[in-house]
């Protein structure tokens, strides 16, 4: 079945604890993005990826890091998360690496709780 | 970053009701989609529009391109329990998706 698989689902850690959540695509997509859903915000991009080894900043970056090492996988990387990156966070792939058709395929997300 | 303006933010409706919402930028697109986003799930598409003017169906779900390429319309006849979420409309810009903030759809009991 084509998807987008994130891991954890769920996770409460503590702060300063460095964390990854990472995310996987079966669909060989050239591109690939992590976004923040917080309320009221709706859907905050906090880095992409166009193809592997090429990666690049969204809307909010600040605190996190991500490498795209192969086609498939993009992990997301809190190394000293604080509880204003506790939200809703999702992966998403696009066929292609311009995302020229506009359809984005999500994961199913991780909810992310920093005390 | 750039965020479209979505409204209504919320909208609470009765089964049978029928829905609109709309999109506005201050800025040209080519290219309007709108996304649904069930409860406890990743946002799914539901439409994409490429050309101004364009007016797409997909079953009771309706939306049109505005012609001044700025601003982007979903209508939902007959709305059914299985339409509550969260949809939100977004425009493409030089290769990235610029979103609207969501519109929750709440049917009353």
């Known amino acids: 079945e084509a998807q987008v698989t994130q891991n954890p689902r769920y996770l409460i850690t503590v702060t300063g604890k460095k964390l990854t959540v990472t995310c996987s695509q079966n669909m060989n997509h050239e591109y690939m993005s992590w976004y923040r859903q917080d309320p009221g915000l709706g859907l905050r991009q906090i880095y992409y990826s166009m193809n592997v080894e090429v990666t690049d900043k969204g809307d909010v970056p600040e605190g996190y890091k991500v490498s795209r090492k192969e086609k498939r996988n993009f992990p997301l990387i809190l190394e000293s998360p604080s509880p204003n990156q506790t939200s809703l966070y999702f992966c998403?792939?696009?066929?292609?690496?311009?995302?020229?058709?506009?359809?984005?395929?999500f994961g199913e997300g991780s909810r992310l709780t920093v005390l | 970053g750039q965020q479209l303006n979505q409204s209504p933010q919320s909208m609470f409706i009765q089964e049978g009701e029928d829905v609109s919402m709309n999109c506005t930028s201050s800025s040209i697109f080519n290219t309007w989609l709108w996304y649904k986003q069930d409860p406890g799930e990743g946002p799914v598409l539901l439409i994409a529009l490429y050309k101004a003017g364009e007016l797409t169906s997909n079953g009771r779900l309706t939306a049109q391109f505005g012609i001044t390429r700025k601003d982007s319309f979903l209508n939902i006849s007959a709305s059914i329990p299985s339409d509550v979420g969260i949809y939100f409309c977004a425009g493409l810009s030089n290769y990235q998706l610029i979103w609207g903030a969501g519109t929750k759809l709440i049917i009353k009991p």
């Open positions: 998403a792939s696009s066929l292609l690496a311009g995302m020229v058709d506009g359809e984005l395929f």
